[in-house]
């Protein structure tokens, strides 16, 4: 008994179809193949990139000597590797400072402050801190070279110190969910600071058990002592 044409015609059909299926399989397959090694020798690439970037960076701190790049040390570049990083929170921890993120507007490290007494050998180390490191700060699109502080309600807001690249105008900033939401003005950097550790600074710790980091004009501990 033959089949009607038309179910032969729809075997034919299947037929067809399967075949170019299993061959469809067969390419996707290769070049499946062909990405995973490709994936493989790019992690591998990467790796060796890292390792070059690495010895690079431990070759260029090693020429600084005593004095560090300090642009180059604050450079938000993600491509450099932990050694800048590190060094960069080694030299600013030396000035009683910090830095953690990056200014996405800027480029570079976000310098960051924070109080933990209120003696006045805390407040001048940071003043001294700040007055070194100004200067390799990038300033805004405001023109404003920026600081950021660290204090313990910076969950409903934002404290910057803020410095006019040009006339030198230092300010605090406030920010809430990244708007401005009030300036205030000062004569200069110490009255500022003097501002933000009483108003804004968490200082329970007594100030007797602090040591304070004496530190040199090229940001170099000299001696720590006690306050």
């Known amino acids: 008994m033959t089949q009607p044409a038309n179910k032969k015609g729809a075997a034919t059909q299947l037929e067809l179809l399967e075949a170019e299926l299993a061959a469809a399989r067969k390419v996707t397959a290769r070049y499946r193949a062909a990405v995973e090694k490709a994936e493989k020798r790019h992690e591998t690439a990467e790796d060796a990139l890292a390792v070059a970037q690495y010895r690079y960076d431990r070759a260029l701190v ?74 390799f700060v990038k300033a805004g699109s405001q023109g404003q070279r920026e600081i950021s502080i660290c204090q313990p309600q910076r969950d409903k807001f934002a404290l910057s110190l803020m410095v006019d690249a040009r006339t030198q105008a230092v300010s605090v900033l406030k920010r809430v969910y990244g708007r401005e939401k009030e300036r205030t003005n000062f004569p200069g950097l110490e009255a500022a600071l003097r501002y933000i550790r009483d108003i804004h600074s968490d200082t ?9 980091i004496e530190v040199d004009s090229k940001g170099d501990r000299v001696t720590e002592r006690d306050n």
Request: glycine fraction near 10%.
């Open 62 to 135: 090693t020429s600084w000597g005593d004095t560090p790049d300090w642009l180059t040390l604050l450079d938000g570049d993600e491509s450099r590797s932990s050694v800048m990083y590190g060094l960069a929170c080694e030299r600013l921890e030396r000035l009683g400072l910090g830095t953690s993120m990056i200014n996405m507007e800027t480029g570079q490290r976000v310098v960051s402050l924070g109080f933990s007494t209120d003696s006045e050998a805390e407040l001048q180390q940071k003043l001294r801190g700040v007055q070194f490191i100004l200067p």
């Open 204 to 212: 329970s710790i007594e100030a007797t058990t602090q040591g304070v």
